[in-house]
């Protein structure tokens, strides 16, 4: 019996570097019935030859070159051409471990999921925070899949995760923003029946090379990270860990915007009044929850300083990071 297809999405721009070990990862993987669609976004290094060098190596590999549209156009395209029974999107600057797909896919039928994820493995001087080990696999459905995404037992990004190809047949991404791929799983409880996560660390994460929430901020980061917390806070309605997960997040995420940045004080101060406001309404209900009591103590007070004084509690987390 022939195994199901799986589509893997990997748009490329500027990762030449990088992008033999991503792809070498992609074609060596166990599970054998790929579609694995390169998208060349407007490339200006040698990323483009390296696509076509292995789609003539491998007949597994589609290569479509196009313009510069960004992240998100660059996986639109890719949707639109995908044929697979599942799809998954991989980073051209990461790597995954061989059996990523096969065990992703194990999931999905075991548990007649339409969503598997697995742990990454995160590197580099942006070290991300690891999401919590269950010591099992995990199943989520109905309203445990947004607790589970405020809690971090669900991530963010689509990078580590395989998803039922129905999943795609009508969703797009928004092109006109940042971060929305944490936009679109914040709505996971609209198209995910039952979601599966292993413990198991397959997907590695670059964090050593530049990166559109790493580098220098512009007007639209501002307009996409008001995007992504309206996004979180229609998730969190009725959700106490929902109203914990916004109140932790903007405080420690929004200084970020401060020192360095180009972006007129009009535009920053408007920002910080926004994202005060969405603070503000979550503030209540997140200092009744469990998790808020669980916090360390200095994390309580650059919380409390921020729901008086937001600014305030900028410059004191500039001054004094490694305390929270």
């Given amino acids: 019996m022939t195994e199901p297809k799986i589509s893997v999405i990997i748009p490329v721009y500027n990762t030449a570097p990088y992008l033999r070990h991503c792809l070498d990862s992609v074609i060596g993987q166990t599970h054998k019935n790929l579609e694995i669609i390169l998208v060349d976004d407007g490339s200006a ?44 999107f991989v980073d051209s600057d990461d790597w995954i471990a061989p059996q990523m797909y096969e065990v992703l896919l194990r999931l999905l039928r075991q548990y007649d999921a339409d969503v598997a994820q697995c742990q990454m493995i995160n590197g580099g001087p942006f070290e991300q925070l690891e999401t919590p080990t269950l010591g099992r696999n995990a199943i989520f459905s109905g309203e445990q899949l947004t607790s589970a995404m405020f809690r971090g037992e669900i991530t963010h990004g689509l990078i580590n995760k395989l998803f039922c190809a129905k999943i795609w047949e009508t969703r797009r991404f928004d092109e006109a923003y940042y971060h929305v791929d944490a936009m679109e799983i914040s709505k996971i409880a609209q198209y995910c029946s039952r979601f599966v996560r292993t413990d198991d660390a397959l997907y590695h994460y670059n964090t050593t090379n530049d990166s559109i929430t790493r580098g220098q901020k512009n007007r639209l980061h501002l307009h996409s990270r008001e995007m992504l917390f309206e996004c979180f806070e229609r998730a969190a309605a009725g959700l106490p860990a929902g109203s914990f997960y916004i109140c932790r997040e903007i405080p420690c995420s929004g200084g970020i915007f401060l020192p360095g940045s180009k972006l007129a004080k009009k535009e920053i101060y408007i920002h910080i009044s926004r994202m005060h406001r969405i603070f503000k309404r979550h503030w209540r209900t997140a200092k009744q929850t469990p998790e808020y009591a669980a916090s360390p103590t200095a994390k309580k007070v650059l919380w409390h300083i921020y729901a008086v004084c937001p600014h305030a509690a900028y410059a004191l987390l500039k001054s004094r990071l490694h305390l929270f």
């Fill in 45 to 88: 290094d040698n990323s483009g030859p390296i696509c076509d060098e292995y789609a003539a190596r491998d007949n597994r590999i589609v290569v479509i070159h196009k313009e510069n549209g960004g992240v998100y156009a660059a996986r639109n395209t890719a949707l639109n051409r995908a044929t697979g029974d599942y799809i998954g």
